[in-house]
């Protein structure tokens, strides 16, 4: 049994920050590797980034590089998404993700990876 719950999603403006966290129901959390995702109104799910096992390799999408970070507390089986400077083209629902898989740097960027997922965490970014 894996549960995945987002929280801290909110209301912001343009140049903000926000914190989301994903806590996991899972006692071999460490064994995950950790996604990131985000779907805007009308749009497919969006890969944002991920993080190894271990939390010593992070990947991002392009569009978010430089501003997003994410990082993971395995004592306290939470995976964390530290965004700075938003912009109103980050407003989505955030999901974060959980596999089991065998790490595969580019697979790892896709949907398909994942086997469990968070219900998702609502940001809005107004100007």
């Known amino acids: 049994q894996v549960q995945l719950v987002e929280s801290g999603g909110g209301l912001v403006q343009t140049g903000d920050s926000l914190r989301l966290s994903c806590t996991a129901s899972?006692?071999?959390?460490?064994?995950?590797?950790m996604g990131w995702f985000r779907q805007a109104p009308g749009k497919e799910r969006e890969f944002v980034g991920y993080?190894?096992?271990?939390?010593?390799?992070?990947y991002y999408s392009d569009s978010v590089k430089g501003r997003f970070t994410i990082s993971r507390d395995n004592a306290n089986n939470t995976v964390y998404l530290q965004m700075n400077s938003l912009k109103s083209d980050d407003t989505a629902v955030y999901f974060c993700?959980?596999?089991?898989?065998?790490?595969?740097?580019?697979?790892?960027?896709?949907?398909?990876?994942?086997?469990?997922w968070g219900q998702g965490t609502q940001v809005t970014v107004s100007s």
């Open positions: 899972v006692r071999t959390f460490s064994m995950y590797v």
């Open positions: 993080i190894n096992r271990s939390g010593s390799s992070t």
């Open positions: 993700a959980a596999s089991l898989k065998a790490f595969s740097p580019a697979q790892a960027m896709g949907v398909n990876y994942y086997n469990y």
